[in-house]
């Protein structure tokens, strides 16, 4: 797995293979990252070619023609000695200048995957390979990591500073690694958004010059997700040359693809070198967060299994690993700040009659918390809201049968708070300015020991006094100004944020392995490799319109699987858009997550209650397959259409839902086609949904035999309690002849309703059950 022939070091994983090699003057050359070679393949024949002296380059060695470091494909960089692509270092060296030559000084290999003193690390690699580079004047260093984590086909790389000389290291910039690869054409596909419109998909070609994808907010951000891909311009799902990135970080982030002079691409991603500057004490190190890196060849569809296998076995940890996630209720949507004890308890009635199995207690039952104004900080619970406290109320949710859950905001503070009047210093904010304000509240400062001591007293006293099974760590608003009074060098106050935040999570939750922690930051402001090593779950997004869900989920799903997804279904028209969605499509979309309702079920009709209680019981059934199977995102040639497949571990039982984003007139068949089944006879099916009148609207009255008005009385009352049925089909065939696709039924193209026709118009969907002929389940 790990090998090492006098000078080069080759790692191979299951299907992948990553060459790199000790050059004449101790740099390190890359050599290969691609598919799995043959143990014969040898660097001599693999590296690019140097037989030319390349004008205006600068030389190395003034013996040597030819060696030049930019135009070496590199495994790191330095700065200052003919390298101009972008360095991952930047070191204030103890002569004042920025000039460095890290070259090979050791190796080592070890068992297993090493873990960090400061930052979460993947777990269960299979051998780490540790290089030592030792600059060729200072006594600095830098060991390179790299663990091969061989099923999944991931390979993660970090790197350490340590300064064994006698005088501070002013780090300006470190990066976790740094690579260069010989272009295929790439195209950069990132997930970039906003607040309710996160990890859309965007792509663009990799040209000459550089191209960054950071965040400078203080957390991975909902603007510029970490992870990206790059990939061979014609690549498709299931054909291609795919690399994937992504980084165990929660912080400022920073890579950069760069396309040089030579067509090489450099990737290097770190921390963000912005608003940065560590200042590193002699005999002291510094270590930098992993990163994570895949390949296929084989498209995206296999470059995003790996990451999702390597993130359920290496990255969630502790008990709720591979463990089916409860279907929940959270009350944020249905009553915002309003609520009191009367309303909860009717809900939770509700839900539990439904099947849910988790109620969760949003913002606003403590303190003054009766808007975003005030109260953050204070976890003082209002009596007025819940007379009994957390404890009585979580006793009465157990009594009803369901778990309970509780959210909190533990890194923020109102000034409208008892906190901030005691100790306004607990804030960030500047001695000399106007704090500003985000969502009116302001950061508390976890760079001081007395912040974190307070934060984990309360919140651990909350946990243990009540029955709380189930946590929603919220954090509502970017830092802006990064200064904290207990730090001498600003320069860190970003990253000791990090380390301030992950310190916290470890004492609360390191001692309460049963409780589910589901993180979140407005939605999918922190949704990274970082937060799931603490939180099996993030919140994806406050967008619960399931056609933006579509591009969020599917988004993400590049590369986080389903069980890392909070999808909620909730009220159309949707608050965030104000597009009306069916039912069945809000189902159809949250099935590919962790299920919740987050909705007044109060209002909701009979038929409606029917429907819920029905999406549960299926889901239920299937949800180890929708939360752990293996996720295909389906090509289809139509924009109208997002297909989404979940493949049992067996491979005998797969779910795909087809959704309709816009309807267009006349359309043409659709096609179900269901990849990666065992080979055999299956049985296929649509699941069945309700269909409700409202959406046929005044056309009722051509089928009915009075006219009515389809606003009126009579017609809000039947729909209340009568629906049609969804078109069903049914058909038993081939493995083969499922996964060229199968003809669906035609759908509705204005020649009214019949059962045989499938009516999804704007926004609708059917999601199909494949099963192996012996199995047949029920819908
Ligand atoms: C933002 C979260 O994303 C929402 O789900 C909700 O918890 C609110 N905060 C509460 O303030």
Same mark, same amino acid.
């Given at each position: 797995? #790990?090998?090492?022939?006098?000078?080069?070091?080759?790692?191979?994983?299951?299907?992948?293979?990553?060459?790199?090699?000790?050059?004449?003057?101790?740099?390190?050359?890359?050599?290969?990252?691609?598919?799995?070679?043959?143990?014969?393949?040898?660097?001599?024949?693999?590296?690019?070619?140097?037989?030319?002296?390349?004008?205006?380059?600068?030389?190395?060695?003034?013996?040597?023609?030819?060696?030049?470091?930019?135009?070496?494909?590199?495994?790191?960089?330095?700065?200052?000695?003919?390298?101009?692509?972008?360095?991952?270092?930047?070191?204030?060296?103890?002569?004042?200048?920025?000039?460095?030559?890290?070259?090979?000084?050791?190796?080592?290999?070890?068992?297993?995957?090493?873990?960090?003193?400061?930052?979460?690390?993947?777990?269960?690699?299979?051998?780490?390979?540790?290089?030592?580079?030792?600059?060729?004047?200072?006594?600095?260093?830098?060991?390179?990591?790299?663990?091969?984590?061989?099923?999944?086909?991931?390979?993660?790389?970090?790197?350490?500073?340590?300064?064994?000389?006698?005088?501070?290291?002013?780090?300006?910039?470190?990066?976790?690694?740094?690579?260069?690869?010989?272009?295929?054409?790439?195209?950069?596909?990132?997930?970039?958004?906003?607040?309710?419109?996160?990890?859309?998909?965007?792509?663009?070609?990799?040209?000459?010059?550089?191209?960054?994808?950071?965040?400078?907010?203080?957390?991975?951000?909902?603007?510029?997700?970490?992870?990206?891909?790059?990939?061979?311009?014609?690549?498709?799902?299931?054909?291609?040359?795919?690399?994937?990135?992504?980084?165990?970080?929660?912080?400022?982030?920073?890579?950069?693809?760069?396309?040089?002079?030579?067509?090489?691409?450099?990737?290097?991603?770190?921390?963000?070198?912005?608003?940065?500057?560590?200042?590193?004490?002699?005999?002291?190190?510094?270590?930098? %967060?992993?990163?994570?890196?895949?390949?296929?060849?084989?498209?995206?569809?296999?470059?995003?299994?790996?990451?999702?296998?390597?993130?359920?076995?290496?990255?969630?940890?502790?008990?709720?690993? @591979?463990?089916?996630? %409860?279907?929940?209720?959270?009350?944020?949507?249905?009553?915002?700040?309003?609520?009191?004890?009367?309303?909860?308890?009717?809900?939770?009635?509700?839900?539990?009659?439904?099947?849910?199995?988790?109620?969760?207690?949003?913002?606003?039952?403590?303190?003054?918390?009766?808007?975003?104004?005030?109260?953050?900080?204070?976890?003082?619970?209002?009596?007025?809201?819940?007379?009994?406290?957390?404890?009585?109320?979580?006793?009465?949710?157990?009594?009803?049968?369901?778990?309970?859950?509780?959210?909190?905001?533990?890194?923020?503070?109102?000034?409208?708070?008892?906190?901030?009047?005691?100790?306004?210093?607990?804030?960030?904010?500047?001695?000399?300015?106007?704090?500003?304000?985000?969502?009116?509240?302001?950061?508390?400062?976890?760079?001081?020991?007395?912040?974190?001591?307070?934060?984990?007293?309360?919140?651990?006293?909350?946990?243990?006094?009540?029955?709380?099974?189930?946590?929603?760590?919220?954090?509502?608003?970017?830092?802006?100004?990064?200064?904290?009074?207990?730090?001498?060098?600003?320069?860190?106050?970003?990253?000791?944020?990090?380390?301030?935040?992950?310190?916290?999570?470890?004492?609360?939750?390191?001692?309460?392995?049963?409780?589910?922690?589901?993180?979140?930051?407005?939605?999918?402001?922190?949704?990274?490799?970082?937060?799931?090593?603490?939180?099996?779950?993030?919140?994806?997004?406050?967008?619960?319109?399931?056609?933006?869900?579509?591009?969020?989920?599917?988004?993400?799903?590049?590369?986080?699987?389903?069980?890392?997804?909070?999808?909620?279904?909730?009220?159309?028209?949707?608050?965030?858009?104000?597009?009306?969605?069916?039912?069945?499509?809000?189902?159809?979309?949250?099935?590919?997550?962790?299920?919740?309702?987050?909705?007044?079920?109060?209002?909701?009709?009979?038929?409606?209650?029917?429907?819920?209680?029905?999406?549960?019981?299926?889901?239920?059934?299937?949800?180890?397959?929708?939360?752990?199977?293996?996720?295909?995102?389906?090509?289809?040639?139509?924009?109208?259409?997002?297909?989404?497949?979940?493949?049992?571990?067996?491979?005998?039982?797969?779910?795909?839902?087809?959704?309709?984003?816009?309807?267009?007139?006349?359309?043409?068949?659709?096609?179900?086609?269901?990849?990666?089944?065992?080979?055999?006879?299956?049985? #296929?099916?649509?699941?069945?949904?309700?269909?409700?009148? @409202?959406?046929?609207?005044?056309?009722?009255?051509?089928?009915?035999?009075?006219?009515?008005?389809?606003?009126?009385?009579?017609?809000?009352?039947?729909?209340?309690?009568?629906?049609?049925?969804?078109?069903?089909?049914?058909?038993?065939?081939?493995?083969?002849?499922?996964?060229?696709?199968?003809?669906?039924?035609?759908?509705?193209?204005?020649?009214?309703?019949? @059962?045989?026709?499938?009516?999804?118009?704007?926004?609708?969907?059917?999601?199909?059950?494949?099963?192996?002929?012996?199995?047949?389940?029920?819908?």
């Amino acid at each position: 797995m #790990v090998t090492v022939d006098r000078t080069t070091f080759r790692i191979d994983t299951k299907n992948t293979t990553y060459i790199f090699q000790k050059t004449k003057y101790g740099h390190l050359e890359h050599i290969y990252y691609g598919s799995l070679l043959s143990k014969e393949d040898k660097a001599t024949s693999l590296r690019q070619k140097q037989s030319v002296q390349v004008g205006s380059s600068v030389l190395y060695d003034k013996g040597d023609t030819i060696y030049g470091l930019d135009s070496l494909c590199l495994e790191w960089s330095d700065n200052g000695r003919g390298d101009y692509r972008q360095s991952p270092t930047e070191f204030k060296m103890p002569d004042g200048s920025f000039v460095t030559d890290f070259i090979y000084d050791s190796h080592d290999i070890t068992e297993g995957s090493i873990p960090m003193d400061t930052l979460p690390t993947a777990y269960g690699g299979n051998k780490t390979l540790k290089i030592t580079l030792k600059d060729k004047v200072y006594p600095i260093y830098i060991d390179l990591y790299y663990s091969a984590f061989y099923d999944t086909d991931v390979i993660t790389r970090r790197a350490v500073v340590r300064n064994g000389s006698e005088s501070p290291l002013v780090i300006r910039r470190i990066m976790s690694m740094s690579l260069d690869l010989p272009d295929e054409g790439f195209e950069l596909y990132t997930l970039d958004g906003a607040w309710i419109k996160e990890a859309n998909l965007h792509k663009r070609p990799v040209s000459y010059g550089i191209t960054i994808n950071s965040s400078t907010t203080g957390a991975s951000s909902n603007r510029h997700n970490p992870a990206f891909l790059l990939a061979e311009s014609d690549a498709k799902e299931d054909y291609g040359s795919v690399y994937g990135f992504n980084f165990i970080y929660s912080g400022n982030h920073y890579s950069v693809v760069e396309k040089s002079d030579r067509d090489y691409i450099r990737v290097a991603m770190g921390i963000n070198p912005c608003f940065f500057e560590w200042i590193l004490p002699p005999r002291d190190k510094f270590e930098t %967060p992993e990163v994570v890196m895949t390949y296929s060849n084989k498209g995206f569809n296999e470059t995003s299994y790996h990451m999702h296998n390597f993130i359920n076995e290496h990255i969630v940890r502790g008990e709720w690993k @591979k463990k089916e996630r %409860p279907v929940l209720l959270n009350n944020w949507e249905a009553h915002f700040f309003n609520f009191n004890e009367g309303k909860l308890l009717a809900l939770a009635k509700e839900a539990k009659n439904l099947g849910v199995e988790l109620f969760v207690l949003d913002d606003g039952w403590f303190g003054k918390r009766n808007s975003d104004k005030a109260g953050l900080g204070d976890y003082n619970v209002n009596t007025k809201k819940l007379p009994a406290g957390i404890k009585g109320f979580a006793d009465k949710i157990n009594n009803m049968g369901m778990a309970f859950g509780l959210w909190f905001e533990p890194e923020m503070v109102n000034e409208d708070s008892d906190l901030y009047r005691e100790h306004p210093e607990y804030a960030v904010k500047l001695p000399n300015r106007h704090a500003v304000l985000g969502r009116n509240q302001l950061v508390l400062d976890l760079c001081q020991k007395e912040v974190r001591n307070y934060i984990v007293g309360e919140v651990s006293k909350l946990l243990d006094n009540a029955s709380i099974s189930y946590v929603k760590w919220d954090m509502n608003r970017h830092i802006a100004e990064g200064y904290s009074r207990a730090l001498e060098n600003q320069g860190e106050f970003y990253h000791r944020y990090i380390l301030g935040l992950y310190e916290v999570l470890n004492r609360i939750f390191g001692p309460r392995p049963h409780i589910l922690l589901e993180s979140c930051s407005s939605g999918g402001n922190r949704f990274d490799l970082g937060m799931l090593c603490y939180s099996p779950q993030i919140w994806a997004s406050d967008d619960t319109d399931p056609i933006e869900r579509l591009k969020i989920q599917g988004g993400l799903s590049y590369f986080y699987p389903p069980s890392t997804m909070g999808a909620h279904v909730s009220q159309s028209p949707h608050q965030q858009t104000l597009r009306e969605t069916p039912l069945s499509t809000r189902f159809n979309v949250s099935v590919f997550g962790c299920l919740g309702y987050e909705l007044d079920l109060k209002y909701i009709t009979r038929e409606e209650r029917k429907e819920i209680a029905e999406q549960i019981a299926f889901y239920k059934k299937y949800r180890r397959i929708f939360q752990y199977g293996r996720f295909y995102r389906i090509p289809s040639y139509k924009d109208n259409k997002v297909i989404w497949e979940a493949l049992s571990e067996d491979k005998e039982t797969a779910l795909t839902a087809l959704f309709q984003t816009l309807a267009t007139a006349a359309e043409s068949s659709d096609k179900l086609r269901v990849i990666g089944l065992n080979k055999g006879g299956y049985k #296929v099916r649509t699941r069945v949904q309700r269909l409700y009148l @409202k959406r046929f609207g005044g056309l009722l009255k051509h089928v009915l035999p009075i006219e009515l008005n389809p606003e009126g009385a009579i017609l809000r009352m039947v729909n209340r309690h009568y629906s049609l049925r969804d078109s069903v089909e049914s058909y038993h065939c081939s493995s083969e002849a499922l996964e060229s696709g199968i003809p669906l039924r035609e759908q509705f193209i204005g020649t009214g309703y019949d @059962k045989n026709i499938r009516i999804l118009g704007d926004f609708g969907s059917n999601l199909y059950i494949t099963e192996k002929k012996s199995q047949e389940g029920e819908n």
